[in-house]
């Protein structure tokens, strides 16, 4: 069944390598010419803003969660199409995780794999089923995936933990998945 919505986690903030930025604009476009609404972290900044600038552009559906304390400093995104300002990142978690059918990884810091890591054990412990899916943008999540997969041989991750966790190397082969 295909998936019509996506929670997009990635980085709030502007980096160097064009080449992250550059896949979070092709990422949003390609959702965007596909019907698939876009739930994200609600900021206009960084790769985040890049993925909604571009899918706005393209006539997408764009919903952002962002907790009260960040609107000011993720700057919260005023084209969009719905915004909800929260209380909390674990409420921000909490309706990206309920307003999305699948999840997908862009480049990202610490936030990012906060994110990443909870959507990754709710679907361990049966809270949520649903896959997730690792753009790997110039092999980003290649280290992460091998690390994940060496805790699962000593097994401390059981095997279908790891199974719903897809590594991609580019928006077209997630665009495969997602169909």
């Given amino acids: 069944m295909p998936v019509k919505s996506l929670t997009v986690y990635c980085a709030a903030r502007n980096v160097e390598n064009l080449v992250y930025a550059r896949a979070a604009t092709e990422l949003g476009a390609e959702l965007a010419k596909r019907n698939i609404t876009i739930v994200y972290g609600g900021g206009s900044v960084g ?32 084209g969009i199409t719905e915004t909800h300002v929260v209380g909390t990142m674990h409420d921000r978690k909490a309706m990206l995780s309920g307003l999305a059918e699948a ?20 679907n361990q412990i049966g809270i949520q ?6 753009l790997d943008v110039e092999g980003f999540w290649t280290p992460l995936k091998a690390f994940l997969e060496r805790v699962g041989e000593i097994g401390f991750v059981p095997q279908t933990t790891l199974d719903r966790i897809h590594l991609v190397p580019d928006v077209g082969t997630l665009m495969e998945h997602l169909a």
């Fill in 103 to 122: 999840f997908v990884c862009l480049p990202g810091g610490v936030g990012t794999m906060d994110e990443l890591f909870e959507a990754v054990t709710w």
């Fill in 47 to 78: 790769l985040m803003g890049a993925v909604a600038d571009a899918a706005i552009a393209n006539g997408g559906r764009v919903i952002g969660v962002i907790p009260e304390a960040l609107v000011d400093k993720e700057h919260a995104h005023a």
């Fill in 129 to 134: 089923d649903k896959p997730v899916y690792l």
